[in-house]
């Protein structure tokens, strides 16, 4: 299979396998056309083989055409497609953006470093809502994109994520613990009683208090509320508030699959105007 193989696709009950490389985590999928079969995801950093991460996903990706990869970080895409092809016996690695044509419009100034995951969440984010909308990815970073009624994406804020944040905080103080994110029990109070407690309360408080000011400034500009879409490993932080009416964790998937999807669609056009 070939994103332009130049022959008619049975979509609906194509076999392939989605990967999302970001800047923390790998987010693997086996599809059956644009439907996710089976996803999880894994950390860029575990030593593990992939052949033993990916065992669950063997039965799911049995005959799978091929592997397609979006990546927001180049140094690790490469690698990790192929490790996964070769784990799950897929003969065929795709790159978006290279073999498989993103299809979006954008009023941006330079779309040459916009990052494919943004790209992505607001193609399947359009193709979901079918009207303006807005997508918050909570991950490494906080993007938080505005998409108007013609599916034209017209930009958005970057902010850091919770586990950047509580990074930086380590890094650049004396006294500050290096901690990993975890949401704090409720039970606890919103007056931090710790300073592990009060870094985290402060860094949730701060990715709301991001998304909820852009989305603010969106509206005016925008004149109405859009529908707002979460997605990203970190979401959780906002499923609790009233920011974010869908979430929807495979968004970047979808986006992947509604690219290779446009891709045949496009061939069989151009075979049948041929």
């Known amino acids: 299979m070939g994103a332009s193989s130049g022959s008619a696709v049975d979509w609906v009950n194509l076999s392939w396998v989605a990967l999302a490389v970001g800047n923390s985590r790998t987010r693997v999928a086996a599809m059956r056309g644009g439907e996710v079969v089976h996803a999880a995801s894994f950390d860029n950093a575990d030593p593990t083989p992939w052949t033993d991460r990916l065992a669950p996903f063997a039965p799911s990706a049995s005959g799978a055409a091929a592997a397609v990869c979006s990546s927001v970080a180049a140094s690790h895409a490469e690698a990790a497609s192929e490790a996964v092809a070769r784990a799950l016996g897929v003969g065929q690695t795709l790159r978006v953006g290279v073999d498989v044509p993103l299809f979006l419009r954008h009023a941006l100034d330079d779309a040459s470093t916009l990052g494919q995951d943004r790209v992505l969440n607001a193609i399947a984010a359009f193709e979901r809502a ?10 490494t970073a906080v993007t938080v994109d505005f998409v108007d009624g013609e599916g034209v994406f017209q930009g958005g804020g970057i902010a850091p994520g919770l586990s950047t944040m ?15 994110f975890e949401m704090p029990a409720v039970e606890r109070g919103v007056f931090g009683k710790d300073t592990a407690h009060a870094m985290r309360l402060g860094v949730i408080a ?22 707002v879409i979460g997605t990203g490993g970190d979401v959780g932080v906002l499923e609790a508030t009233e920011l974010v009416e869908h979430v929807v964790p495979d968004l970047q998937i979808l986006g992947i699959a509604s690219c290779l999807r446009r891709s045949f669609m496009d061939d069989e056009d151009g075979d049948d105007g041929a």
């Open 130 to 139: 079918k009207q303006a909308c807005v997508v918050v990815d909570v991950g």
């Open 166 to 180: 509580l990074g930086a905080l380590h890094e650049n103080t004396a006294a500050l613990p290096r901690l990993g």
């Open 206 to 227: 701060a990715v709301r208090g991001m998304v909820r000011e852009s989305l603010d400034r969106y509206a005016e500009a925008y004149g109405g509320y859009p529908q």
